[in-house]
T-cell receptor
Framework: DGGITQSPKYLFRKEGQNVTLSCEQN?????MYWYRQDPGQGLRLIYY???????QKGDIAEGYSVSREKKESFPLTVTSAQKNPTAFYLC????????????FGEGSRLTVL | GDSVTQMEGPVTLSEEAFLTINCTYT??????LFWYVQYPGEGLQLLLK?????DKGSNKGFEATYRKETTSFHLEKGSVQVSDSAVYFC?????????FGAGTRLTVKP
């Protein structure tokens, strides 16, 4: 079955540590996205990529970094510079950047201790 | 900038009740409009969409009509089931930008 796989599902981190969240898709989609979800707020875009080796900052990119070395993979690193990293992180993809359907992974919940 | 406002939750209904979740938007031009649903412990999935004024999106008994005159895209279902319990997100796409509302949690009791 095609889809998006995020790992790990739950992650605990100590303050000052970087952590990388994995996102892999086998849908052959060009565009991939990372969103952050906090209680009572909509999804906020962190980074997006419309093609391999290219990515753009979203609304809340500070303290995060990404790479897009392969079409299938779009890992997100939450760095120690992110002031409030505890959140639910969602990865998504679409055929191309545009008004088409977004396909989401099941999410990764990061808790900073 | 573009934005989406949806009714605050949580919403609690009895099974077979009528559901309305309000969504209004602010955008220039002609955005595409979406409703996504998030079941417990899962990512979001597309429920329905509409790409131009007066279009009606429908799926699984849910409907929403793109009303440009009132800048609205309200979600409705005539008879909810316990399995409809989830968080519902209204969203718009415009100028290479997707914006989500804050989400409305729906709980349906038997």
């Amino acid at each position: 079955d095609g889809g998006i796989t995020q790992s790990p599902k739950y992650l605990f981190r100590k303050e000052g540590q970087n952590v990388t969240l994995s996102c892999e898709q086998n849908l052959n989609h060009d565009a991939m996205y990372w969103y952050r979800q906090d209680p009572g707020q909509g999804l906020r875009l962190i980074y997006y990529s419309q093609i391999v080796n290219d990515f753009q900052k979203g609304d809340i990119a500070e303290g995060y970094s990404v790479s897009r070395e392969k079409k299938e993979s779009f890992p997100l690193t939450v760095t120690s510079a992110q002031k409030n990293p505890t959140a639910f992180y969602l990865c998504a993809s679409s055929i191309k950047l545009g008004p088409g359907e977004l396909f989401f992974g099941e999410g990764s919940r990061l808790t900073v201790l | 900038g573009d934005s989406v406002t949806q009714m605050e939750g949580p919403v609690t209904l009895s099974e077979e009740a009528f559901l309305t979740i309000n969504c209004t938007y602010t955008a220039t031009g002609y955005p595409s409009l979406f409703w996504y649903v998030q079941y417990p412990g899962e990512g979001l999935q597309l429920l329905l969409k509409a790409t131009k004024a007066d279009d009606k999106g429908s799926n699984k008994g849910f409907e929403a009509t793109y009303r440009k005159e009132t800048t609205s895209f309200h979600l409705e279902k005539g008879s909810v089931q316990v399995s409809d319990s989830a968080v519902y997100f209204c969203a718009l796409y415009n100028n290479n930008d997707m914006r989500f509302g804050a989400g409305t949690r729906l709980t349906v009791k038997p």
